[in-house]
Structure formats: structure tokens, C-alpha cells
């Protein structure tokens, strides 16, 4: 049977059912991601301002488009796998200062923007995520939300 220790340790690594963080410990550390200025770990708070921007513009581009936002969640999907598969960030992420980037600091490509795209759909992979910040849509696809700025 698996318990909460388990999943707990599995999402968050060694130390985390008991609460430890070592010394200088950061959100992004174990990732080699600085603490501060660019490509340190995306916040909560921009995460979200860039999914609404996401939200807001395709309902108003399904509204345009068909006069009902029936149409807003393909568009939003299409609209996030394109644009993360080719320049690494939704329109949302553009405007608020994110990207989307691989661990290897490689270009995301399609595969890796798909499973992304596919999971944030579910929405609840994103609202869970590791000590690093890393949400389990990006887990997935091996890849990490981080600032431009």
C-alpha cells in the first residue's frame, strides 16, 4: 500500500516528509536555476496573470471568431502548443516575462509541448507541483516555467 510518505518523497525528493531544507535552499537549486533576475522559477502570481491573459484573449478570438465562446478551450490549446512549441511561450507568458525552456536548455519542440499542453488542459497537474516549483505538466514533459526578466 502506498502512503503519503511515499507520494510525498516521490513528488518532492528526499527530506520532504520530514520537512527538511538545507541550508540556502531555493525554489529551482536542485534544477541549477539562479535564485534571482532571469531564468529563476516563474511565480504563482505570474503564472496565473499569464494563463488569464491566455483565457481572456482566446474567448475574445472564439467570440470574434464564431460569436460563442464554446470555442475558447481548443482555441487556448492550440494557441499554447503552438506558440510553446515554436517560441517557447504562450502569449500570456510573452506578456508577463516567462518561457517555457527543457532542462537541457534546449528548445522545447512539438513532443514535449503536446504533453504539456495535453496535461495543462486537465488543469490539475499544473496546481501541483514539486519543491522546486516545477508543476506535474512540466515534470512530464521535462521541462520548467521560468522569468525572462
Not at 510518505?5 to 536542485?30: C, F, M, T
Not at 472564439?62 to 502569449?91: H, K, N, Q, Y
Not at 513532443?111 to 515534470?139: F, N
Amino acid at each position: 500500500m502506498v502512503d503519503r510518505r511515499d507520494l510525498a518523497s516521490w513528488l518532492q525528493g528526499p527530506g520532504a516528509v520530514r520537512g527538511e531544507a538545507p541550508a540556502g535552499d531555493y525554489k529551482g537549486r536542485r534544477l541549477g536555476l539562479p535564485e534571482q533576475g532571469p531564468g529563476r522559477i516563474a511565480s504563482f502570481g505570474l503564472r496565473l496573470g499569464a494563463f488569464a491573459v491566455d483565457s481572456v484573449l482566446c474567448a475574445l478570438i472564439a467570440w470574434g471568431l464564431t460569436r460563442d465562446t464554446a470555442w475558447t478551450t481548443p482555441i487556448f490549446a492550440l494557441e499554447v502548443l503552438l506558440l510553446t512549441a515554436t517560441a517557447g511561450s504562450s502569449a500570456g507568458q510573452r506578456l508577463v516575462g516567462l518561457q517555457v525552456v527543457r532542462l537541457d536548455r534546449r528548445p522545447v519542440g512539438l513532443w514535449r509541448a503536446v504533453v504539456r499542453t495535453a496535461l495543462l488542459l486537465l488543469l490539475v497537474p499544473a496546481l501541483i507541483w514539486d519543491r522546486d516549483g516545477r508543476g506535474l505538466h512540466d515534470k512530464a514533459a521535462g521541462t520548467v516555467l521560468v522569468s525572462k526578466r
